[in-house]
């Protein structure tokens, strides 16, 4: 007894010595992630979070009643949403002749990065100086006024939310853009600012996303939160797709990135949509569903 004790100590403590030097790498990190996700759901992952954090979503509030989710037909079946604005990954992500590009081939849903800085929305993934990235003039004033009145904007917003998110509703209100700007979610409190956009301004908003993207809770836990609310558009990143039993009672789950043909397949085994670059041609499975 005492020596199978004895190794299963020993095995013990290898086993964790093994994914402390796994964690301390990203690659490692990425590799226990997959097996979190693949064999366990996420609990690794979902333990951690409720120990170093209080995020509970839970504790989001339901969306108004009567969203408008009307847009998800315009991106077609599979959905599509240019990543980026379709030339995500290139030195002309998030620039106004991606957008134009994106629209050429088909694209009506765009997504596209944002940075608020000195009083101005850029397009743009990281704050600061963006070195060899190209840049062509492209806000979010820019971009709406370029785009094309049956294109929605799917914003990634990347830094302060809230102030962010205020300066996107008092511009779109008053252009009159509103009805084509959809907002992602991506915390249980950012579900509150939106409720409050929509009833305190009377905007038109669409029906918003709610991304996995920042959520560090089990990805079962985000999508059955997200379908109590009352979304019906649910995004995750791919390398969380594995994890995912649940689906939305109503609605799509989207995923990114989807930026070749692997990629794609992988996803609509088991999603509706995806976010992809707008030069990507693929086969796309004959029982996918519309929206």
């Given amino acids: 007894m005492n020596r199978v004790l004895t190794a299963v100590i020993a095995g013990t403590a290898i086993a964790v010595s093994v994914a402390i030097s796994l964690a301390a790498t990203a690659v490692g990190r990425q590799w226990l992630h997959g097996v979190d996700a693949v064999l366990l759901g ?76 000195r009083g101005e929305l850029r397009c743009q993934h990281d704050p600061g100086p963006q070195g060899d990235l190209v840049k062509d003039g492209c806000t979010f004033d820019t971009l709406v006024g370029a785009v094309p009145p049956d294109v929605w904007l799917v914003l990634d917003i990347k830094t302060d939310f809230a102030a962010a998110g205020q300066y996107v509703v008092d511009r779109a209100m008053a252009t009159g853009d509103a009805r084509r700007i959809v907002f992602q979610l991506y915390r249980p409190e950012d579900v509150a600012l939106f409720n409050r956009w929509q009833a305190h301004n009377q905007a038109p908003l669409p029906g918003p996303i709610l991304t996995a993207y920042l959520a560090h809770r089990r990805i079962d836990h985000v999508a059955e939160q997200a379908a109590r609310i009352g979304v019906q558009a649910f995004t995750l990143p ?54």
């Fill in 42 to 117: 996420e609990r690794v992952m979902d333990t951690l979070a409720r120990l170093r954090s209080d995020e509970d979503w839970a504790t989001a509030q339901a969306l108004r009643p009567g969203q408008n989710y009307a847009w998800l037909h315009a991106g077609g079946a599979p959905v599509r949403i240019a990543h980026a604005l379709g030339d995500s990954g290139a030195v002309t992500a998030n620039t106004l002749a991606a957008a134009r590009r994106a629209y050429a081939a088909g694209f009506r849903l765009l997504e596209v990065d944002l940075v608020l800085e």
């Fill in 238 to 291: 791919l390398s969380r797709l594995p994890a995912l039993s649940r689906r939305l009672s109503s609605g799509v789950v989207l995923v990114h990135p989807v930026h070749n043909c692997a990629s794609w397949a992988r996803a609509l085994r088991r999603a509706d949509g995806v976010y992809t670059v707008s030069s990507l041609r693929c086969s796309t499975p004959s029982s996918m569903k519309s929206p």
